[in-house]
């Protein structure tokens, strides 16, 4: 056991030590902010290994994570910017253990579609760059979900996105669309992964004019070489050093949470229209934690008319898939009566009660929209679907609280004060990593509850 504490001891110490010699070369160059990288192998910075000894199969992988790290490409790149890049999230000691939970939920699904398309296996630890995991983060840019697709870039790709559903928010759509979007990019570069990565982040184009300029100018046009925005230069480094933290986390002292190596969730067809409240009850499910498995159902039903699948617990899948197929109209929606009052609208009524014009208007067999003060309307019910959002999208069942900032407050300081990550205080106040906070500006967070 000492033995073994030592030599993790001193692994670390070393990739300590290597990060410190590289950050020292930086200094030099045309660009100090910014230095000429190169890379070499992480495995040169590890204290030698003994002998190999002939071993028997290592059999099946024993979690999640034993399964990636034996898929691992990109683990053993080292330099100066991927070591900053490791520091950002070793500066976080609690990083994995407050994404772990979204993480449980959604990366066997990643893994196994990566998997299936032959891609490195750190693909599927791209939605921890992009979203901390969680399929809720928007940017300020408007870009949603796990694997932050834009607005434009959506419709690009076919995405769903309707009043009632938003296949960004939605872990398999999502994943399905940006995969393709991925594989797509890879071609046009070639294969080459790290300039793929590259342009998903800063878009296709702006690599290619990159290329561009230093082919014209004689100079080598890796993603290393290349003139690229700040917030891709550091893009990709996140990328690798995540795979170099699952690589060799013991000796870089980071606790990974348990996830098995076993999906979380299966999808199920719901025979029609169904209450996500209703669905939840039938399910034994807390309401928030059916969100969780379906971001991208925006309202408190699913689309009368459109897709009905909804993601379940696969312990809980088969039986209440047989519950829905058998569930009457009459007990799917839950509806309210509302007395129209002078001055009222459809208009106003459908923003009020979250619901549309067309569905108040062919529930209650309206041909227009007058409406007159006194009659009563028939309103879905969806109070407790609104409530549970802002739960949801906090990734915990946490309390809101805002916060002013104050002079000399860094994201670093108050992620580690209020015992959240950086990557979620960014998500949800929607802020550019690359601009400093100002004093006096006010956060919104989520804390878990006591």
Known sequence: MEGSVLNATLLRASL???????????TQGDKPQEPEVTTTSA?????????????ADPGPPVDLWDRIRRQLQFHTLHNARIGAAREYYLKQPRYFELVGPRAERYLYHLVNEVEARDMPIEIALLPFVESAMNPFAFSNQRAAGLWQIMPGTADDLGVRRDWWFDGRLDVQDSTTHALNYLESMN???????LLTLAAYNSGKGRVQRAIKRNQSKGLPIDYWSLELPRETRRYVPRLIALSTIVAFNEA??????????APSFAAIDTAGQ?????????AGLDLVELRNFNPGQLRWATAPNGDGTLLVPVS??????????ALPDSQRVTWQHYRIR????????????????????EVNNLKGNLIRAGDT????DSTAWQQSLALAQSGSTGVRRGYTVRRGDSLYEIALRFDVTIDDIISWNKLDPNRYLQPGQSLTLYLAGD
């Open 16 to 26: 300590l030590l290597a990060l410190l010699a590289l950050s020292a070369c930086s």
């Open 43 to 55: 495995a040169e910075l590890l204290p030698p290994a003994p002998a190999a000894q002939p071993t």
């Open 187 to 193: 071609a046009d570069f070639n294969g080459d992964w």
């Open 252 to 261: 870089l002292e980071v606790s990974l949470p348990d996830i098995p190596n």
């Open 274 to 282: 169904i209450e996500m409240l209703r669905a939840a009850e039938l």
């Open 316 to 325: 809980i899948a088969d039986s209440l898939a047989a519950t829905l197929a």
């Open 342 to 361: 002078r001055g009222d609208s459809l208009i106003r009524i459908a923003k009020q009660f979250d619901t549309q014009v067309g569905l108040l208007r």
């Open 377 to 380: 309307l028939m309103i879905p």
